[in-house]
Structure formats: structure tokens, C-alpha cells
């Protein structure tokens, strides 16, 4: 091999060798100062409108984008001899009509759904392991699926009591005696500052922790 090429190769081996080294640094310094994960949804408090009585569903204001606040009437429902008021259950915005006017309702039956818009948040799942290194107040840059152009700032506002396992339909057992270790993951609750219109409860989104 000529001097030349024997330079050349020594020198693209040089740079390999600094791209794995800067690349195994950037890792280290992501996981000693952050926690992120992708396994994380934007959600919101919600609330169920429901049939105070049978008959038939008259006055409905069930439309869905209508924004309503607590306690406020949104229909009222007639048995022939007397009519009750449909009251919405808290301040938020109706995100779905499951109900028309002058349809025959059920006491209890549901109505509508109401979600607090001006108050999203994100659930993110974190694993068991990392717990140990995030508290309530940490700062967290959120990115949500449907505006991926912008990252929103948020805080770490609670951390679950429990692992998502425990309230599965059906948690796992060992009857066999063959035990392998899943690692598990606890939800923790992230306020959005200043989400923006695209940005809907049960968007996917991806959270990164600063430690």
C-alpha cells in the first residue's frame, strides 16, 4: 500500500474512532442528565353528561367543539309530566355528542363528554429504574405528535403510587416457578405550558426529564 493511501486510511480511521467516541459521550451525558421516554399521551379531566331522568331529550346543546361551564344546562329531558335540566358536571369543551334532540334517553344513560382543554397534560409511563432520579417540579421539554414542529415546556406536577401492572385486567402471575424480571413502569403526571390548538387529549407524545 502506497504512503498515500496508508495516510488516507489512518485518517478515516481517526475520524471513526472520534465519531464512536463523541457518540458514546452524547449517550452518556443524555442518560446522566435526563430521562426520556416516547411511552407518553397528552390528556385531560373529563367528565361524562348524563340523563337525569327517562323521556325525551329536549333544548340539546350537546354539540360537539361547545365549550360549557360547571353546573351550566346543556338540554333537558321530559317523562310527560315533569322536565329536568341536563347540567354539565365541570368547565371544559364537549369533544363528544352521543346524543340528539328529541331522542328517547335512559336515566343515567350518557350524553356527552366534557374535557378541562385549558388544563392538558401529559401521562408519561417511566420506568421502575428512574424514579429514583426525578421529583415533582422537574422541568421536562414535551414534544406531541400532532405539532411536532414545537417543544413545550412542562413541569413534573405528580408521580403514581403504583405500577401500571397493578391495574391491568389481568396482572401477571407465576404458578410455573419460571420468574423472569419485567422491568416495570409508573405513570407521572406533566403539565404543558401553553399548549397549542393541535394539541388534543390522547395525542402521542415524547417527554425528556432534565435531572
Known amino acids: 500500500m502506497s504512503k498515500g493511501r496508508l495516510l488516507l ?31 407518553a399521551t397528552v390528556s385531560a379531566d373529563m367528565m ?8 325525551i331529550l329536549k333544548d340539546w346543546n350537546g354539540e360537539e367543539g361547545a365549550n360549557v361551564s360547571e353546573n351550566g344546562v346543556v338540554g ?18 364537549i369533544i363528544k355528542n352521543e346524543a ?28 421502575e429504574t428512574d424514579l429514583n ?11 406531541v405528535d400532532g405539532d411536532k414542529e414545537v417543544t413545550f415546556d412542562g413541569k413534573i406536577e405528580g408521580i403514581g403510587y403504583a405500577t401500571n401492572s397493578v391495574f391491568s385486567a389481568l396482572p401477571s402471575q407465576n404458578a410455573s416457578g419460571n420468574y423472569t424480571k419485567v422491568t416495570q413502569k409508573v405513570p407521572v403526571k406533566i403539565s404543558i405550558q401553553n399548549p397549542s390548538k393541535k394539541v388534543l387529549p390522547g395525542m402521542n407524545a415524547k417527554v425528556k426529564i432534565s435531572l
Open 76 to 93: 333537558a329531558v321530559s317523562d310527560g309530566e315533569k322536565t329536568l335540566s341536563v347540567h354539565a358536571g365541570e368547565n371544559g369543551t
Open 133 to 143: 432520579d426525578i421529583e415533582i417540579g422537574d422541568s421536562v421539554d414535551i414534544k
Open 48 to 55: 361524562q353528561i348524563v340523563a337525569p331522568n327517562s323521556g
Open 9 to 39: 486510511a489512518n485518517i478515516i480511521g481517526i475520524i471513526v474512532l472520534l465519531g464512536f467516541i463523541a457518540g458514546g459521550g452524547y449517550i452518556y451525558y443524555q442518560n446522566e442528565n435526563y430521562v426520556s421516554t416516547e411511552d
Open 100 to 127: 340528539k334532540k328529541n331522542q328517547m334517553v335512559q336515566a343515567g344513560q350518557v350524553l356527552g363528554e366534557i374535557a378541562d382543554m385549558d388544563h392538558l397534560y401529559v401521562t408519561a409511563n417511566i420506568n
